[in-house]
């Protein structure tokens, strides 16, 4: 039956890349291709991501590198994804553009090789194996907001603007102070609300003061650094802890009797580095943002033999981006109006039950419709730069496989065929889908749970699995490029067999596999468990001409 089936998958493509250019017939016979291809083991591809900082100072020698590569040949992988430039902006190669990640003042990167050219290399040690090897460039974020260190403290006007709503509470007199957080560790000078759905009493330790409110009115106040025991939170009640300068407020304008507003909601426009995030992302539509990018993978591809290019974080950072007076003329322009109320008729926050809200304004679908365009017009940029410069280059991305929530990045990676039918998708979103512009597509099948019933048994949709999330992949992107499942490998961590597991169903429901990280496999010393599953002999489906003739509609 296997060999019936290989000698019919092979007849097929031979007349898949014979067949004239007809598009109507290749577009048949695409989707027919592809869809049998998930079913030839023969046809697999068998990725492993090398993250920067994770490998940092495990591959800084060339005796490191070496040894990394022959257990990445032992274990049958054919292609390497090097991350060569991270969410800092920092690269790993000695460049005229970006800083070296040997220059940066985050304290986990300091010691490294000055100029170490980490990319040199991979690339010597793994062509001479014969693995591939493709530079991956984190995109749109450029610096560590932790040591405020990256090109985006450089060129501070590049940075995104967010949409920042605070949680403020509000005591009689009229004074305010920001809540950190509900049910959430309470950390300096925050103040943190305890609620009876998570806790009998409050959890926050003796170094700060507390409020007691029952129906939004004060019952009693203590400063517990005087040996206070914690206050009960009853069950029709919430629990106010302040540690710090939030202490102080409380002692100072909250007494028992006192009736508290605790729904305060203040929107602000700050720039990321104001923003709470570890990532500085900047904006995507910047005439200036997008050449420097281009010009890094420009530069790459002019002193490096890579075999591709991968994009990653090439979106928002969240959905509370960009509201910079520079996305506001460009939304204007794209939409043929003024926005009356700007934010909020795009959108605006709420508070309800402690969680933030978004409530939707009448623009909100076209704003959503309109970020993911100027993604998508980014990828067009990137792809022609890449292909003009080598066809036989690869070109592709890393995304999240959780698409019916990933439009809050601004990204659309599902086929332009494909039409969303959720209440975020706008009658046009799927022109925005830019499937078709990639040699292939990695998704971030990253779950715990392997299969759609062990999903539902934790409350979760059934999607939220391998197995659910690799199958809206295949739907979304509907044969317009091969989609390969990818695995976060510390959610496996102590459970080799759940690994397995998620490795098998990731393979037989797409058309390869990507593992996330190399530092994992050391760490677990899982070789062994990649190398028995991919023992036998496979070639990924993106460097069979005759395929990738196929999805390139050439």
């Known amino acids: 039956m296997k060999k019936w089936f290989a000698l019919s998958f092979a007849f097929l493509l031979i007349l898949v890349t014979a067949m004239p250019a007809v598009a109507s017939g290749n577009d048949q016979a695409r989707h027919r291709v592809l869809q049998n291809l998930v079913k030839n083991d023969a046809m697999k591809a068998r990725i492993l991501w090398v993250d920067l900082a994770a490998n940092l100072f495990a591959l800084d020698t060339q005796e490191e590198v070496r040894d990394m590569v022959e257990k990445a040949a032992k274990a049958h992988f ?46 010597k040690e ?15 974020s450029e610096g560590n907001n932790d040591y405020k260190d990256g090109p985006a403290f450089k060129h501070p006007e590049w940075q995104s603007v967010f949409q920042r709503a605070v949680r403020k509470v509000k005591a009689p007199d009229g004074s305010t102070y920001d809540l950190a957080g509900v049910n959430t560790e309470r950390g300096a000078n925050q103040l943190v609300l305890y609620t009876p759905e998570k806790y009998k009493v409050s959890p926050a330790n003796q170094w700060g003061a507390e409020a007691q409110v029952v129906n939004g009115v004060v019952t009693q106040v203590v400063d517990r650094v005087h040996g206070e025991p914690p206050l009960e939170i009853p069950e029709n009640g919430v629990v106010l802890s302040g540690h710090g300068e939030a202490r102080e407020w409380i002692l100072a304008h909250l007494k028992a009797g006192d009736t508290v507003d605790m729904d305060v909601v203040e929107t602000k426009l700050v720039p990321a580095s104001e923003y709470p995030s570890s990532s500085v992302f900047v904006n995507p539509i910047r005439a200036d943002v997008q050449e420097y990018e281009l010009d890094i993978i420009r530069e790459i591809l002019d002193n490096y033999d890579v075999d591709g290019i991968v994009l990653d974080r090439t979106r928002y950072a969240n959905v509370y981006a960009d509201f910079s007076n520079l996305s506001r003329k460009k939304f204007e322009e794209y939409i043929g109006e003024k926005v009356k109320n700007w934010p909020e008729d795009i959108f605006s926050v709420t508070f309800a039950g402690g969680e933030e809200k978004i409530v939707p304004g009448p623009l909100y679908q076209k704003w959503i419709e309109w970020r993911a365009g100027n993604i998508r017009d980014f990828f067009r940029k990137a792809e022609r730069l890449v292909h003009e410069k080598d066809p036989s280059l690869f070109f592709s991305t890393y995304v999240g496989a959780w698409y019916p929530l990933y439009y809050s990045e601004g990204v659309n990676w599902a086929s332009k065929t494909y039409q969303p039918d959720y209440d975020w998708a706008s009658p046009d979103y799927h022109k925005t889908g830019y499937a078709e512009m990639l040699d292939f597509l990695m998704t971030g099948n990253y779950f715990s749970e392997v299969t759609r019933e062990e999903a539902e048994e934790k409350g979760n949709p059934d999607w939220y699995s391998v197995e659910g999330s690799a199958d809206i992949a295949m739907d979304v992107v509907n044969e317009a490029t ?3 499942g990818s695995l976060y490998l510390l959610q496996y961590k102590d459970r080799p067999d759940q690994f397995k ?14 593992l996330f990280d190399l530092i994992y496999l050391e760490e677990y010393n899982w070789w062994p468990i990649v190398e028995k599953a991919f023992a036998k002999p496979a070639r990924p489906p993106h460097e069979n001409p005759g395929l990738r003739k196929l999805i390139s509609g050439d």
Do not use: C, W
């Open 126 to 140: 793994a062509h001479k194996r014969g693995i591939k090897v493709h530079a991956a460039i984190n995109v749109f």
């Open 482 to 484: 091969f989609v390969y």
């Open 501 to 514: 597991r998620a490795l098998e169903m990731a393979l037989s429901k797409t058309h390869g596999i990507m």
């Open 78 to 123: 054919d292609t390497l994804i090097l991350d060569v430039k991270n969410y800092t902006g920092y690269v790993a190669y000695p460049s005229h553009i970006a800083p070296h990640i040997s220059t940066s003042r985050i304290d986990k990167y300091q010691g490294y090789p000055k100029d170490y050219d980490l990319l040199s290399n991979v690339l």
